[in-house]
């Protein structure tokens, strides 16, 4: 019963949040989160075709069944075969190029961190940690893009730069608890003339409406076109005649 119960917190952590959170981010390639809300269509193939399991879906709320990557459970390690096998473009399947991913951005807390205590006299550590004499320096040895993401300072300790994608294995292989002392911020990654998956199927179809408004006489006339000829219409001081093609009956035989 105990082991259920920490399955369902463990289950309701991983997937419930409705809005993006420190370590919570979309995969790779998502455009912006209004354009991937309305594009996202829950078929769950990315979570399918990641060789990591790194993706997993939302839970209970209004963003339910879509996919996220909770870092501090499994960082993405930018393989990109999420982007390919997306289906409406809620990820952008033009995306192969790992250092062009803009998941997010990764920030150290110098007040946890292990080597930013050892090497920092002027760093107060958190009241929950002790400070202990020894470098660690996970984060740089695991990142994907290294020596470009995480570089050392010094060569001692490790600081993020702006190369910085958000895969979040630094998230992941941090030593440190109960607080991780690496975060990544997420952020979304759209393209402007994206819009939502109906939208542009309606967008299209009135384009193609507009492209025809020139047909040939004889033809059937569509979209702008057929308005703009029922708007020429003139039926003022006219009286409509209705023709009734049927014989009035004289008499209701057989009502009773």
């Given at each position: 019963m105990i082991?259920?119960?920490?399955?369902?917190?463990?289950?309701?952590?991983?997937?419930?949040?409705?809005?993006?959170?420190?370590?919570?981010?979309?995969?790779?390639?998502?455009?912006?989160?209004?354009?991937?809300?309305?594009?996202?269509?829950?078929?769950?193939?990315?979570?399918?075709?990641?060789?990591?399991?790194?993706?997993?879906?939302?839970?209970?709320?209004?963003?339910?069944?879509?996919?996220?990557?909770?870092?501090?459970?499994?960082?993405?390690?930018?393989?990109?075969?999420?982007?390919?096998?997306?289906?409406?473009?809620?990820?952008?399947?033009?995306?192969?190029?790992?250092?062009?991913?803009?998941?997010?951005?990764?920030?150290?807390?110098?007040?946890?961190?292990?080597?930013?205590?050892?090497?920092?006299?002027?760093?107060?550590?958190?009241?929950?940690?002790?400070?202990?004499?020894?470098?660690?320096?996970?984060?740089?040895?695991?990142?994907?893009?290294?020596?470009?993401?995480?570089?050392?300072?010094?060569?001692?300790?490790?600081?993020?730069?702006?190369?910085?994608?958000?895969?979040?294995?630094?998230?992941?292989?941090?030593?440190?608890?109960?607080?991780?002392?690496?975060?990544?911020?997420?952020?979304?990654?759209g393209r402007?003339?994206?819009?939502?998956?109906?939208?542009?199927?309606?967008?299209?179809?009135?384009?193609?409406?507009?492209?025809?408004?020139?047909?040939?006489?004889g033809q059937?006339?569509?979209?702008?076109?057929?308005?703009?000829?029922?708007?020429?219409?003139?039926?003022?001081?006219?009286?409509?005649?209705?023709?009734?093609?049927?014989?009035?009956?004289?008499?209701?035989?057989?009502?009773?």
């Amino acid at each position: 019963m105990i082991k259920l119960l920490k399955d369902v917190i463990e289950y309701l952590r991983l997937g419930t949040s409705d809005d993006y959170k420190v370590n919570r981010t979309r995969p790779p390639g998502a455009v912006d989160e209004k354009r991937f809300m309305a594009l996202c269509i829950r078929c769950n193939r990315c979570l399918e075709v990641c060789p990591y399991h790194s993706i997993v879906r939302a839970g209970f709320g209004g963003k339910i069944g879509t996919p996220y990557i909770f870092s501090e459970s499994k960082g993405c390690y930018l393989c990109m075969a999420c982007c390919q096998l997306c289906p409406t473009g809620a990820l952008d399947r033009t995306l192969n190029n790992p250092e062009q991913v803009k998941m997010g951005k990764a920030k150290i807390d110098p007040k946890i961190c292990y080597s930013h205590l050892f090497l920092e006299h002027d760093v107060v550590p958190d009241e929950s940690l002790t400070k202990i004499g020894a470098l660690c320096n996970t984060c740089y040895n695991v990142c994907p893009l290294k020596d470009a993401a995480i570089v050392l300072k010094d060569n001692l300790y490790p600081v993020v730069t702006d190369a910085c994608v958000g895969c979040g294995v630094c998230v992941e292989r941090c030593p440190t608890s109960p607080i991780r002392a690496i975060h990544v911020i997420p952020t979304g990654m759209g393209r402007i003339d994206e819009a939502g998956f109906y939208f542009r199927k309606a967008k299209s179809h009135f384009e193609k409406s507009r492209s025809s408004a020139s047909q040939q006489p004889g033809q059937p006339l569509s979209g702008e076109r057929l308005l703009d000829e029922k708007f020429k219409i003139d039926s003022s001081g006219k009286q409509p005649t209705f023709e009734f093609p049927y014989e009035k009956p004289s008499s209701l035989e057989g009502w009773e």
